[in-house]
Antibody, heavy 118, light 113 residues
Framework: DVQLVESGGGLVHPGGSLRLSCAAS????????MHWVRQVPGKGLVWVSH????????GYADSVRSRFTISRDNAKNTLYLQMNSLRDEDTAVYYC???????????WGQGALVAVSS | DVVMTQSPLSLPVTLGQPASISCRSS???????????LTWFQQRPGQSPRRLIF???IRDSGVPDRFSGSGSGSDFTLKISRVEAEDVGVYYC??????????FGQGTKVEIK
């Protein structure tokens, strides 16, 4: 079965940094594009970033570009999101999600809560 | 960026009755290969999103056949033929044609009257 398990969330002060991880299992990790999507509690889903299967191509939402960096370690079947210069408005549950070429996002992790507050 | 607009945002439904959610995109979602990348997700309270339908109308494995998707171009609909208690949650449409960014509708909250 496909499993995506996020970790690394927590409370951080504005301006601080945090790195999220997403451990993948049940599929050939490097064959899939991966995403980070976030959700402010009680609000809607917002795409944050994506990375190609080999890690050679990435994309970011305007709101996080230059502050967040997506990466992956295919040997460890793990996706990462390095978040720097965090702001109050980055507070959200962060989901990693798998993307199958041609059919899009199909599986989601359980999410990791990031709270930015002084 | 493609803007996805759902309506209604709140949908109270009587058990056993049908429900319908509209999703409109600010431009056509037909890709160059002729495929329309419109996806529907369900998010039950306290859970992660779950994909229900992709490419407008293809149901995922395990999704009850009371869920159906339809539409074309920039106008799409998710229908639940007979709402059950387990269908309570928020439903999102998402476009995967004009990328990046992937964009979601605001969500439609389905609740039981």
């Amino acid at each position: 079965d496909v499993q995506l398990v996020e970790s690394g969330g927590g409370l951080v002060h504005p301006g601080g940094s945090l790195r999220l991880s997403c451990a993948a299992s049940g599929f050939t990790f490097n064959n899939y594009i991966m995403h980070w999507v976030r959700q402010v509690p009680g609000k809607g889903l917002v795409w944050v970033s994506h990375i190609s299967g080999e890690g050679t191509s990435t994309g970011y939402a305007d709101s996080v570009r230059s502050r967040f960096t997506i990466s992956r370690d295919n040997a460890k079947n793990t996706l990462y999101l390095q978040m720097n210069s965090l702001r109050d408005e980055d507070t959200a549950v962060y989901y990693c999600a798998r993307d199958t070429v041609g059919v899009g996002i199909d599986y989601w992790g359980q999410g990791a809560l990031v709270a930015v507050s002084s | 960026d493609v803007v996805m607009t759902q309506s209604p945002l709140s949908l109270p439904v009587t058990l056993g009755q049908p429900a319908s959610i509209s999703c409109r995109s600010s431009q056509s979602l037909v890709a160059g290969d002729g495929i329309t990348h419109l996806t529907w997700f369900q998010q039950r309270p306290g859970q992660s999103p779950r994909r229900l339908i992709f490419r407008v109308s293809i149901r995922d494995s395990g999704v009850p056949d009371r869920f159906s998707g339809s539409g074309s171009g920039s106008d799409f609909t998710l229908k639940i033929s007979r709402v059950e208690a387990e269908d309570v949650g928020v439903y999102y449409c998402m476009q995967g044609t004009h990328l990046p960014p992937w964009t979601f509708g605001q969500g439609t909250k389905v609740e039981i009257k």
